[in-house]
């Protein structure tokens, strides 16, 4: 097992010496990606991919390091899936979009916002959506750093909002019920006008939230 200090986009997808390749990276991904979609991050390991590919966990190591590299691999190729629609001319609903087309990438791939929050990678398809961002923000006054920024903060925030949301289970009923209880004993009226707030349906509460975030920030 070779250990490198370059990303695995810099490195040959195969060795270069041995018999010749069997496996393509692209293989190997949609097999890591189908050991995750099914058993979670923590079945992800360089012997649970290669018998998702019906080979030894030894053969893997002539395309990819060990784990890391299918972790990169595996955040890459989801990236590859987000929604980019074209730039409209307004920034913050352009990047709530981004946001939206992430968020929708995570559902579908629930280990995902760990991995967005705990070891960011960015790869050929990240840089897509980095350059899509970069679009957006095309127009804005602020330099390189700020712009790089506003990705991280919008990768963060709907990895946040998806990890939130999936732990949330039953939680949000009960924090309603004792709400009602608190504004029913009629000694915290700030509570109860809270409450009368929060009875209607409220869909869209996520994008709303960082439409308002985004507008703070861009300002």
């Not at 899936?81 to 559902?107: F, K, R, S």
């Not at 961002?133 to 946040?160: I, M, Q, W, Y």
Request: glycine share 8%; no cysteine; aromatic share 4%.
């Amino acid at each position: 097992m070779a250990d490198y200090d370059e990303p695995i986009w810099l490195r040959p997808e195969r060795a270069a010496t041995g018999r010749p390749a069997v496996r393509s990276r692209p293989e190997i991904t949609a097999a890591a990606l189908a050991v995750a979609d099914r058993g979670g991050l923590e079945t992800v390991s360089m012997r649970n991919v290669a018998a998702e590919l019906g080979t030894g966990g030894a053969s893997l190591y002539r395309y990819v390091s060990g784990r890391d590299d299918l972790l990169d691999l595996m955040v890459d190729a989801t990236a590859a899936d987000i929604a980019l629609p074209p730039p409209t001319g307004d920034p913050v609903a352009d990047l709530v979009a981004v946001a939206e087309g992430l968020y929708a990438v995570m559902a579908r791939h629930p280990w995902l916002p760990e991995l967005v929050l705990t070891r960011p990678s960015l790869g050929p398809n990240g840089i897509e959506v980095l350059d899509h961002v970069l679009a957006v923000l095309a127009d804005h006054p602020g330099d390189g750093r700020s712009k790089l920024e506003v990705f991280a903060l919008l990768n963060a925030v709907t990895a946040t909002f998806a990890l939130n949301e999936r732990a949330a289970g039953t939680r949000p009923a009960h924090a309603a019920a004792y709400l009602a209880h608190v504004a029913a004993e009629g000694d915290r009226p700030r509570i109860a006008a809270l409450l009368g707030d929060l009875t209607t349906s409220d869909d869209d509460h996520r994008p709303r939230a960082l439409a308002k975030l985004l507008s703070g920030l861009l300002a």
